[in-house]
């Protein structure tokens, strides 16, 4: 139909100029002007073409990403897209740049890239612009979630579409790894009450990083099932902790919810639940147990 916009392949259209590409995670376009707005690009080389002919479509002269957190699977094609500007909240910069350190940060110990260990490789980005959280976008409106990373951000599009990143899981991730990973679990679970009782509240739409696509309400009850999940998961810690190390921890917790403890599982999740026990003050730790705390 003539002066009628053709639809941008792979894209899902969300609400005035904001789109979607589905995929784990999830990348969110947003079009201003002559310019695109690319949130976590993700990783896969099916995604550089898929998103390489949405930009084309889209007819935008520039391309602005902008990546929530230093995390592989959300960065990992950036470089191949060749945008004008890349944009990463500032404490997690360093680790966007640098994989060696990201690896470092994430696991607590080092994996060389490129090694079959790791659920993710993904090369350095350079990083143009350090964001400090909650500071815009160009028209998008950024908000601290940290917790998952130090510096992670959720996005605001001007359609009101809410983008949490990895703050909050869909129900087949809390299924699937059952301790969600965080590098600071307590904090990310005060972020969950923050997202519920306050940042999601006058979202018209809530998209997840890695979770199905919902209308609202389904949004905020998937919000509430997370915050159930992750309480269970800090009582579930406190309570088996007494005469354990962390990596026994993981294991019960895991063969009580009837989970595989695979290697990767049980590593992964000894950060999450390392993160707990050093904030739980009622915890100590004797002859390389941890114990109940007497005083
Ligand atoms: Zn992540």
Known sequence: MPGQAKAPRNLVH???????????????????????????PGHGSKRVKQLRQALSDLSVSKSVVLITHYHSDHLGITGK?????????????????????????????????GHPSLPFDAPGVEVTRRLKPGLPVGPLETVHLPGH????????????????ADSAFGPRVLENYYIPYHLDYPRALRILYKIRDEIARDADTIVFGHGPLVGKLEALAI???????????????????????????????????GRKPTLQLVLLASGSIRSIIAKEYGLDISEGRIIARRD
């Open 149 to 164: 990373t130090p510096g992670q951000v959720g996005v605001i599009t001007p359609d009101n579409v809410l983008y949490l």
């Open 81 to 113: 897209l060749e945008p004008d500007e890349v944009i990463a909240p500032d404490q997690d910069a360093l680790f966007v740049k640098d994989p060696e350190l990201r690896i470092l940060v994430t696991f607590g110990y080092p994996i060389p890239p």
């Open 14 to 40: 969300l609400s005035g100029n904001t789109y979607l590409l589905r995929g784990s995670p999830i990348t969110i376009v947003y079009k201003e002007g002559d310019a695109a707005y690319i949130i976590d």
């Open 223 to 257: 919000i509430d099932e997370n915050i159930r999940h992750h309480e269970e998961i800090m009582r579930k810690t406190i309570e088996n902790a007494p005469g354990y190390t962390v990596e026994e921890i993981v294991t019960r917790i895991l063969l009580e919810a």
